[in-house]
């Protein structure tokens, strides 16, 4: 894996297991400062766990995909595909993660050859929504700090099992995005309703637009997307505040363009999303 960007802090690998399917550490971070940096997984497949809570806002963009005001939150489990370089930005704080890179071939012709990576896949993998995995990344983790009678053994059969559950996860996923959807005319209208200024539309405005009901409309969304409407709604219109930051408007003039109620109540919203205030998120960057 190659890192580029800006210094990441202080990392210091607890253990290490290396096989022939996977090479896995456990690492301990200490931020001191915001990070910025762009991770290349090569041909590798890498799965990267936070053991505790995150205690800063993350965010990641696929660097040569999305645009450069395109990044979405990060859960704490996250899958960087093959081939597919990610830029990650993050806040102070520290954290116990567990990084495994497969070396897999079928897993990794599966993630790179087998599936067409859309953006509802790619937002999916910023945030991969399967327990089955994180609770093995779990157990990984555990016999990994204190290795037991034939560990090597467990370890090896535990990364088997995780690359088989990743692949099924990701595979289900596909199956139910192309079994339901939207039409694409509806959600170029959705797209450009969001876009407008103003108060964020509802989800019966949305529906109203598509002319479907708001289960109908939610459903099919989230087929299409991989997000729910409300979430989707609610990102945008953060990267918008973000944008307008970026280039100078004031916090007043940010709040009030996106139709909220009020700075405070804009305020509130940013920081819950991406964990600063706007003006520190405005002097960080």
Same mark, same amino acid.
């Given at each position: 894996?190659?890192?580029?960007?800006? !210094?990441?802090?202080?990392?210091?690998?607890?253990?290490?297991? &290396?096989?022939?399917?996977?090479?896995?550490?456990?690492?301990?971070?200490?931020?001191?400062?915001?990070?910025?940096?762009?991770?290349?997984?090569?041909? *590798?497949?890498?799965?990267?766990?936070?053991?505790?809570?995150?205690?800063?806002?993350?965010?990641?963009?696929?660097?040569?995909?999305?645009?450069?005001?395109?990044?979405?939150? *990060?859960?704490?489990?996250?899958?960087?595909?093959?081939?597919?370089?990610?830029?990650?930005?993050?806040?102070?704080?520290?954290?116990?993660?567990?990084?495994?890179?497969?070396?897999?071939?079928?897993?990794?012709?599966?993630?790179?050859?087998?599936?067409?990576?859309?953006?509802?896949?790619?937002?999916?993998?910023?945030? =991969?929504?399967?327990?089955?995995?994180? =609770?093995?990344?779990?157990?990984?983790?555990?016999?990994?700090?204190?290795?037991?009678?034939?560990?090597?053994?467990?370890? !090896?059969? @535990?990364?088997?099992?995780?690359?088989?559950?990743?692949?099924? &996860?990701?595979? !289900?996923?596909? &199956?139910?995005?192309?079994? =339901?959807?939207?039409?694409?005319?509806? @959600?170029?209208?959705?797209?450009?309703?969001?876009?407008?200024?103003?108060?964020?539309?509802?989800?019966?405005?949305?529906?109203?637009?598509?002319?479907?009901?708001?289960?109908?409309?939610?459903?099919?969304? @989230?087929? *299409?997307?991989? =997000?729910?409407?409300?979430?989707?709604?609610?990102?945008?219109?953060?990267?918008?505040?973000?944008?307008?930051?970026?280039?100078?408007?004031?916090?007043?003039?940010?709040?009030?363009?996106?139709?909220?109620?009020?700075?405070?109540?804009?305020?509130?919203?940013?920081?819950?999303?991406?964990? @600063?205030?706007?003006? *520190?998120?405005?002097?960080?960057?």
């Amino acid at each position: 894996m190659q890192v580029t960007g800006a !210094d990441v802090g202080h990392v210091r690998q607890e253990a290490a297991f &290396h096989s022939r399917h996977a090479q896995v550490s456990l690492m301990r971070s200490e931020l001191g400062h915001p990070i910025d940096v762009v991770l290349d997984p090569g041909h *590798a497949c890498s799965l990267d766990f936070c053991l505790t809570e995150r205690e800063s806002f993350t965010e990641l963009r696929f660097s040569e995909i999305w645009h450069g005001g395109h990044f979405e939150p *990060a859960g704490r489990l996250i899958m960087r595909p093959p081939g597919q370089p990610v830029q990650i930005r993050s806040g102070r704080g520290s954290q116990r993660a567990i990084s495994c890179q497969f070396m897999m071939e079928d897993l990794v012709r599966f993630f790179e050859t087998d599936i067409k990576w859309t953006d509802p896949l790619r937002s999916a993998s910023v945030d =991969v929504a399967s327990r089955t995995v994180k =609770v093995l990344l779990h157990r990984l983790a555990a016999e990994m700090a204190r290795p037991g009678l034939d560990s090597k053994m467990l370890c !090896d059969a @535990l990364i088997v099992q995780i690359a088989i559950e990743l692949r099924r &996860h990701f595979h !289900d996923m596909v &199956h139910r995005l192309n079994a =339901v959807g939207m039409a694409a005319w509806r @959600l170029d209208l959705i797209e450009k309703r969001v876009k407008q200024d103003g108060p964020l539309p509802s989800l019966a405005d949305l529906a109203d637009l598509c002319g479907l009901s708001v289960r109908q409309m939610s459903r099919g969304f @989230l087929a *299409a997307r991989g =997000v729910p409407p409300g979430r989707y709604v609610f990102q945008q219109k953060v990267e918008q505040a973000k944008e307008r930051l970026a280039c100078g408007e004031a916090v007043k003039s940010v709040a009030y363009g996106l139709g909220f109620s009020s700075p405070s109540s804009f305020c509130s919203a940013f920081r819950q999303a991406t964990g @600063l205030a706007p003006g *520190a998120w405005k002097c960080e960057r």
